[in-house]
């Protein structure tokens, strides 16, 4: 690997099963952005001892097995990806907290699907709520792909600018892995309030697709070595990023949106997908960094 430049990816670890194989999709990441990667586990004592009633050097006890966790998953990274500039960092605190201040220096973060100890409910518990659109930078949650998933990437898309952030993303990954883009657009038929006006389904859908290869044409400019593809979906937005992302290696969402996506990320839009996708989710939130 040439020497890594740029801030480092970051990545959680409790020492369980998901967390392990966060660690190792996070090397593959660094190594194809070639930026070090940062282990790190949050020591918590607040489970184990209440500010009234401490318990006499908890944290102490609690250190070793700490250092054992990083140890482990930073022979895993190495050995994933040797060459790998990987650091570990061992940091007092509660998890959410801890990798919120991590994402100051960080180009990213990312989280097992599932954790235990130090990283508890990683997906749809307490920590993953806390970073997942909280943070400045880009934050992925890793589950397993499906075992029929393409060389794609899926990306929710509902014409505003508030989706530029995610198709950034969404084109530079599949860059960096040689992979197309499945853009994602779910459309469902106006709800009417008092009299019922009439409406044609195939003409409002033209509408739409023709609005929405507008937008997306700068994107496929800028990105002409990207192979593109644009699904127009008569569904609600979770059915189909669900049923798309069962044959992705990547699903792609943005934290905030209009229309189709609104309410993402941690409204229910976003929670549901967080809940239901088939292969790892990356949520981003702001400017995408480069």
């Known amino acids: 690997m040439s020497e890594p430049f740029g801030e480092p990816v970051v990545v959680g670890t409790d020492g369980s099963t998901g967390a392990i194989r966060a660690v190792e999709w996070a090397a593959d990441h660094a190594y194809l952005r070639r930026v070090p990667l940062r282990v790190v586990h949050a020591v918590d004592r607040l489970p184990y001892d209440a500010p009234r009633y ?32 990987v ?15 991590q994402a100051a220096r960080a180009a990213e973060l990312v989280l097992g699907s599932h954790g235990a100890g130090g990283f508890p409910g990683m997906l749809l518990g307490s920590v993953g709520n806390q ?54 657009c779910a459309w469902e038929p106006p709800v009417p309030y008092g009299p019922v006006i009439a409406f044609e389904p195939d003409e ?28 127009m979906v008569r569904d609600h937005p979770v059915a189909a990023l669900v049923e798309a992302s069962s044959r992705a290696a990547l699903l792609v969402v943005g934290s905030h949106g209009r229309g189709a996506f609104a309410a993402a990320v941690l409204g229910s839009v976003s929670r549901a997908v967080l809940s239901h996708a088939h292969c790892p989710v990356a949520v981003v939130r702001g400017a995408a960094r480069r």
């Open 54 to 85: 401490p318990i006499p050097d908890s944290y102490d006890r609690l250190t070793p097995s700490g250092w054992q966790i990083l140890g482990h998953a930073e022979r895993a990274a190495r050995e994933r990806r040797p060459g790998l500039e």
């Open 131 to 184: 970073v997942a659109g909280h943070v400045p930078v880009p934050v992925v949650v890793v589950r397993p792909a499906p075992p029929e998933a393409a060389d794609e990437i899926v990306v929710g898309f509902d014409c505003s600018e508030a989706s530029g952030p995610a198709l950034a993303y969404a084109f530079e990954e599949a860059r960096l892995r040689g992979h197309r883009v499945r853009i994602v």
């Open 87 to 101: 650091t570990t960092e061992l940091v007092e605190g509660r998890p959410g907290r801890v990798l919120r201040d």
């Open 204 to 231: 409002t859908r033209r509408a739409a697709e023709e609005y929405a290869r507008s937008e997306l044409r700068p994107w496929q400019c800028g990105y002409a070595d990207v192979k593109t593809e644009l699904d």
